[in-house]
């Protein structure tokens, strides 16, 4: 029963992510389109490009698909799209500072207003609506996915796997990873992290390290782009991947203080979390962009 109530969550988290992001994507998918061609004309304006569009849209994933195909069509090089799709990793941490606060009471006022804007509004009004209504469908998803994961508190194998988390950010990594990989959702993986967390399930060591294994698991489906594309695009691709393993080895040595700072940041824990999600992917970002030429010729 505890599955079936956990698939039905997940389901359903991930319709509404999928739904939200198609409302957001058709508002704003033109505008990133023309950005691409238009704002990448040095490193800190691709970066924001990439970082607005992803945090409207809370699809890291659907922005470096896109990029691969447009660094195939040659519209863009390799540069202006490796600081893009730093910008979106920024910009998908958003998805957890949301989930982090309690808006379960209000799912059904967003979806409700959802659905009405769907039904009576013009079109523009109608992508809006597919937006709330997903807001509304990814809120229920979460407290399915939070009732279900909350008997694994008193799960024998789910209290070592995650102590050995903690202990050794390694074994969160992997596990965030593979499970990122296998539903192909970064997201959703945060979520549940953050679900665990407010049962009392997750500590901060052990989420951080599942939340930043998630992240490395996301390339999988950019890998899946490249696919068939030209060496440019191929480029772009792996770069996502680098990014991604580059930031763990720099989070790895100062894993404990890293910790630390993300218990300063807030009394909450599931609040924690999603901060040390955005400190960690911000603090890669900075770094590669500042070493973006360097990074660039590794890929290459």
């Known amino acids: 029963m505890l599955i079936l109530l956990l698939a039905v969550g ?12 198609s409302g957001l994507e058709n508002l704003c998918g033109s505008s990133f389109a023309a950005g ?4 990448t004309g040095n490193r800190f ?9 992803s945090g409207l849209t809370q699809s890291s994933s659907l922005v470096t698909v896109v990029l691969v195909g447009v660094v195939n069509a040659g519209i863009i090089g390799l540069r ?18 949301m989930i982090s606060f309690d808006l379960y009471e209000y799912a059904l006022y967003f979806a409700v207003a959802g659905a009405i804007l769907i039904v009576a509004g013009r079109q523009r009004h109608r992508q809006v609506g597919r937006a709330l209504l997903g807001l509304g469908v990814l809120l229920f998803g979460l407290e399915n996915m939070g009732g279900a994961l909350a008997p694994l508190a008193e ?5 070592n796997l995650l102590s050995s ?8 990594i992997f596990a965030g990873a593979a499970l990122t990989a296998l539903i192909q959702s970064s997201s959703a993986v945060v979520a549940m992290a953050i679900s665990l967390a407010k049962e009392g399930v997750l500590s901060l060591a052990a989420g951080a390290a599942v939340i930043v294994g998630a992240d490395v698991g996301t390339c999988v ?5 490249g696919l068939g594309t030209g060496i440019a695009a191929r480029r772009t691709a792996f770069a996502h991947l680098f990014f991604n393993l580059c930031s763990v080895l720099l989070v790895l040595p100062f894993f404990s203080l890293f910790i630390r700072l993300a218990a300063a940041s807030s009394d909450a824990l599931p609040r924690q979390l999603a901060n ?6 911000l603090g890669g970002a900075i770094l590669l962009l500042l070493f973006l030429g360097p990074f660039q010729a590794l890929v290459e």
């Open 276 to 281: 040390a999600h955005t400190l960690y992917n």
């Open 10 to 21: 997940l389901f359903l988290f991930l319709g509404g992510l999928r739904l939200m992001s």
């Open 36 to 39: 691409v061609q238009h704002f």
């Open 45 to 53: 304006s691709a970066f924001l490009c990439g970082l607005i569009f």
């Open 80 to 97: 202006p799209a490796i600081a893009v799709m730093i910008g979106a990793n920024v910009g998908t941490t958003v998805t957890g500072q």
């Open 155 to 159: 799960s024998k194998f789910a209290q």
């Open 165 to 172: 988390a903690a202990v050794y950010p390694l074994t969160g």
């Open 221 to 225: 489906t950019t890998l899946l782009a």
